[in-house]
């Protein structure tokens, strides 16, 4: 009878916390209807970071924006330039333009004017001349991609295929079809050589003489000033004019002179050079401390003194870009860094990185090795899981350019983008714009949309993305308190303004 008792004392505990055990899997169902269930989105889905109670009513309104465009849009592998159109129609994108993004840290000089104000440029520019190569001949594929090159020359001395832009923009090359050369509709394995041909046609022009160099850079400034933006990091080296007239003219003397004009106009506004080296021509020629030593010896020589009194550096870093399947990975150049490292140097690294599709593509890992300040692009750290938690850890930003990613084809969908995990996992993250000229998406509120849109943001990310961008921007410390109580008091107007409307 005993043993009976027991067992039944036994079956019945058994069943006791077979069935509280039951109860524990069926409580979390209560979740649902509690606000316990919003507290868990809420911390994954803002990264951490909560809105006051009047941001949180201009989100209900970007969340309905949001809602209301991926309703009519939901495919995110629309290529940009189509898209485009839809999204100037939004009224996210007017609200998004209104909101000071602080800084953009990821932009390439030569490409850092809307293409438009490129062509405007063009227009009123003497002597200016187009490629357009008449007939057909043995040369006919090279012609091909000459074609659309912009240049200005001496009328005296003009090659063979180039006509005078004025001409060819009335009849010839009208504007669509020219703007159509010097922009990348499409992504895939082409697009590299795309975006080189576009580089090929606009630099000569560009680089050709003091003031059409100076005025494309005042154009890019005020673009990012129309767009709420207070800083450039722009991604750069210097080249010699192309005219010669103008070889006692220093480059870097014409972009400091372009910098202070509009700078007395637009006292909130602030520049920095990061050098840029080139990946491909570096891993031909091992000219890294070449050029390394020049830029430290530009960086003596020229120094942004808008305040004489407290003159602070303009360049402030070094960089290595380029396609980077194309080149030689960072752990072939190691003997060169370790020469500069050993020298007390290369602590002022800004390295793309990760910029690939490739599985055996090792320069994130090698950027982490060499402690790159920030890292750019980074869209296959996902690859890496442990570096990406020391990423986090450690808290090295990353620049993602969601327009660049989508149009060079390194991301096909923009709802499967990498960043979405970063940012979610604690990654620090900055948006940047890489090449507007070339992608469309000038100043920083198109890459935004695409974020808010496709990544499916909160405001509390989208200001995190502002936050951030003048936190792991490369200027003094003083000038970062100030850029940051500037900026915070911007937010506060921008939220009063979005409100009120």
């Known amino acids: 009878?005993?043993?009976?008792?027991?067992?039944?004392?036994?079956?019945?505990?058994?069943?006791?916390?077979?069935?509280?055990?039951?109860?524990?899997?069926?409580?979390?169902?209560?979740?649902?209807?509690?606000?316990?269930?919003?507290?868990?989105?809420?911390?994954?889905?803002?990264?951490?970071?909560?809105?006051?109670?009047r941001e949180g009513r201009v989100n209900d309104i970007v969340q309905k924006y949001i809602s209301d465009f991926r309703d009519k849009h939901p495919d995110g592998t629309t290529p940009f330039l189509q898209l485009k159109p839809e999204i100037e129609k939004s009224p996210l994108f007017a609200l998004i333009r209104k909101m000071p993004k602080g800084a953009n840290l990821h932009l390439h000089a030569p490409m850092a004017a809307p293409v438009e104000k490129l062509y405007d440029l063009a227009a009123r520019t003497?002597?200016?001349?187009?490629?357009?190569?008449?007939?057909k001949d043995k040369n006919e594929r090279e012609q091909g991609k000459e074609l659309g090159k912009l240049a200005v020359f001496n009328p005296k001395h003009v090659p063979d295929g180039f006509v005078p832009f004025h001409q060819a923009a009335k009849k010839d090359l009208p504007k669509k079809e020219l703007l159509k050369l010097l922009q990348i509709h499409r992504g895939g394995e082409k697009a590299w050589g795309r975006l080189r041909s576009a580089h090929a046609r606009v630099v000569p022009f560009i680089n050709s003489e003091p003031e059409i160099y100076k005025a494309f850079l005042t154009a890019a400034f005020q673009d990012a000033v129309d767009d709420n933006i207070d800083h450039l990091e722009l991604r750069m080296r210097f080249?010699?004019?192309?005219?010669?007239?103008?070889?006692?003219?220093?480059?870097?003397?014409?972009?400091?002179?372009?910098?202070?004009?509009?700078?007395?106009?637009h006292p909130d506004f602030s520049l920095k050079i990061i050098y840029t080296m080139s990946k491909k021509r570096h891993s031909r020629g091992n000219m890294i401390l070449t050029e390394y030593y020049n830029m430290l010896d530009l960086k003596k020589r020229i120094k942004d003194d808008f305040d004489p009194e407290n003159p602070v550096d303009l360049i402030v870093g070094t960089d290595m870009a380029g396609q980077e399947d194309a080149a030689w990975q960072f752990s072939r150049m190691t003997a060169d860094f370790e020469v500069l490292y050993n020298q007390g140097y290369l602590r002022d690294l800004y390295l793309h990185a990760g910029e690939s599709s490739r599985q055996n593509s090792y320069n994130v890992v090698d950027a982490y090795l060499l402690k790159s300040n920030r890292v750019g692009h980074g869209?296959?750290?996902?690859?890496?899981?442990?570096?990406?938690?020391?990423?986090?850890?450690?808290?090295?930003?990353?620049?993602?350019?969601?327009?660049?990613?989508?149009?060079?084809?390194y991301v096909k969908d923009w709802r499967d983008h990498p960043a979405i995990e970063y940012v979610r996992r604690g990654i620090p993250v900055v948006i940047g714009s890489d090449d507007p000229l070339l992608f469309g998406n000038n100043g920083l509120s198109y890459d935004f949309f695409i974020a808010a849109v496709y990544w499916d943001m909160s405001l509390a990310e989208l200001k995190k993305f502002c936050v951030n961008s003048i936190k792991?921007?490369?200027?003094?410390?003083?000038?970062?308190?100030?850029?940051?109580?500037?900026?915070?008091?911007r937010w506060d107007d921008f939220i009063d303004d979005v409100l009120q409307d």
């Open 126 to 135: 003497k002597n200016l001349y187009v490629y357009l190569p008449k007939g």
């Open 472 to 489: 792991y921007s490369a200027v003094t410390e003083p000038e970062r308190e100030e850029m940051m109580n500037r900026w915070a008091q």
């Open 239 to 265: 080249r010699p004019f192309g005219n010669k007239r103008y070889q006692n003219v220093t480059q870097e003397q014409a972009l400091k002179d372009a910098y202070l004009a509009f700078k007395r106009k």
């Open 1 to 53: 009878m005993k043993k009976i008792l027991s067992l039944l004392l036994i079956v019945t505990l058994t069943f006791t916390v077979s069935c509280k055990k039951e109860a524990e899997r069926t409580v979390p169902f209560e979740h649902f209807r509690t606000v316990k269930r919003q507290l868990l989105l809420a911390e994954n889905k803002n990264a951490g970071e909560y809105l006051t109670s």
């Open 379 to 409: 869209t296959n750290l996902y690859r890496f899981p442990e570096l990406a938690n020391k990423f986090a850890e450690e808290r090295i930003p990353l620049e993602i350019a969601p327009v660049s990613n989508h149009s060079l084809g």
